[in-house]
Every structure is written in C-alpha cells, then in structure tokens.
C-alpha cells in the first residue's frame, strides 16, 4: 500500500495539493486558473480527469478559484461542508448538483482503502477545516490558514508520517511592512494565520515517533521568505530541544513549482 502527495503550489496567491493512493486521487482546493492547474499537473504527469474529487477547505479565492471551471470541464465531484458552499455560492459558478457532496466537520470519509478525516481550524472564514489522510499504516496531514494551532486539533494530526504545514509570516517583516494595520491585526489575530515562530512551537508539539517530514506551506509573498521560514522554523524547534535533520526534515513548498511527487 502507498500513498504519495505533492504541493502543486502553495502561498498567498494560491494553494493546490494533490494525494493519491493506488486506487483513488484528490485535490485539496484549486485555488489557480484551470489553466495554471492543468500546467501544474503536467509537472507532475498526472491528469486532472483520473481524479476522485476535490476537496475545499474553506472559500477564500486563493483556495477556490479554480473549483468550478476544473468541476465543470472534468465532471469532477466536490467535496465541502455545508458552511463552505454556502459561502462559495456565486463565487464558483455553476456546479451540477450530482458533483456536489457534503463532508461534514470532524468526519471521515472512506474511498477504499483510503479515509480522509476532516478537523476545523481556526480561521475567518465560514467554517474552515484540513485535512488528514489515513492509508494503512500511513498517516498524511494538510494544515493551512489558521490563527492558532488548537489542543483539540494537536490531538488529531499528531503523529503524522508527513505534514504540510503553514508557516506564513515573520512577525517583524508584517509589522514592518506595507500592508494596512486592519490587514495586520487580522494576520496576527487567532483568526488569522500562523508566523514561523508558532508553526513550530505546533510542530514540536505534534510530531511523534513516526514523523519524517514538515513542509513550510502558505508562505507570504511579502512578509516572508523561504529561508527566513526555515531558519526562524529551526531556531525555535532548537530552543525545544529538537534539532531539524534528526528528528525529522524541513522542506521548501513554493508559489509556483510543485515539490517532486513523494512516497508518505
């Protein structure tokens, strides 16, 4: 049994994950033109029509964008919580009713061999929530755009094989920076998204004995940089006693390129 996944792309502009086991693929959002998805898959040759579904975390454009057109096209099914299609209602077109199916919050869903756990996070959005994927003895976990990393959440994705993980800004350069303070304040609030700095405070908390790998996802255009992330990452993880290459490895996620489709 194997399950492998590559971050077609992820950061503030957009955000496409794609999972496969040998019997099912998915899409976690779509938050690119059709076009600039199907240029991402081909990256990675796989096609966009052998998919199982998509799944949506929550209805902001830089996670839906490219929902309906790539529905429509490959009469591909939807997965999202009833919160979320109400809230993308109008933003994604019309999406034949057939392809549209519910995965509620705190559920789990089984395409053979395969089950996907849904949890909610914290986020200013209508009811936000990630992903973990279960495959055998393989567990793959999905965690962006939230405030705060809860106890209760803590519980459900630890010890996890892999994550992909946010780790969006660096306090000072947000504090520092261009954006307006509303933006700021919004970033920096329980709603808002995680700096490098908590990430990891998180990320020692969850991983386990099982744990190989962290992907730094969801990084800011302007308030980070890839190597400030890992370093900011490493340097806290450090002050917790866990040195990055031992325990576990830190990986670049980027805007624009897919990682390299990886064994879980």
Known sequence: MSMHFSVLASGSTGNAIYVETEEH????????????????????DRKIESLSGILVTHEHSDHI????????????????????????????GEIPVGQKFVFGMES???????????????????????????????????????????????????????????????????RMGRYPWNIKRRIL????????????????????????????AHLSLDNNMKDLARMSVSQTLQSRGIVVGEQFDLYDTDPKIPTPLTLV
């Not at 693929?25 to 990675?44: N, P, R």
């Not at 964008?65 to 997965?79: E, F, N, S, T, W």
């Open 108 to 174: 789990v869903k089984g395409f053979g061999s395969l089950s996907i756990e849904s949890f909610g996070v914290s986020h200013d959005a209508a009811e936000p929530m990630f992903y973990a994927f279960h495959h055998g003895e393989k567990k793959f976990v999905v965690i962006t755009d939230t405030g705060y990393v809860s106890e209760r959440v803590k519980g459900i994705i630890s010890n996890a094989d892999m994550y992909v993980f946010e780790s969006n800004h660096d306090v000072q350069m947000l």
């Open 65 to 92: 964008k490219g929902i309906g057109v790539l529905a429509r096209k490959y009469q591909l099914p939807v997965y999202a919580n009833e919160k979320t299609w109400q809230a993308m209602d109008g933003l994604v």
């Open 189 to 216: 609030s329980d709603v808002g998204h995680v700096s490098n700095e908590d990430a990891a405070l998180a990320m020692g908390d969850v991983a386990g004995d099982k744990t190989k790998r962290f992907y730094l």
């Open 25 to 44: 693929s998915f899409l976690v959002d779509a938050g690119f033109s059709g076009k600039q998805i199907e240029g991402l898959f081909s990256q990675i």
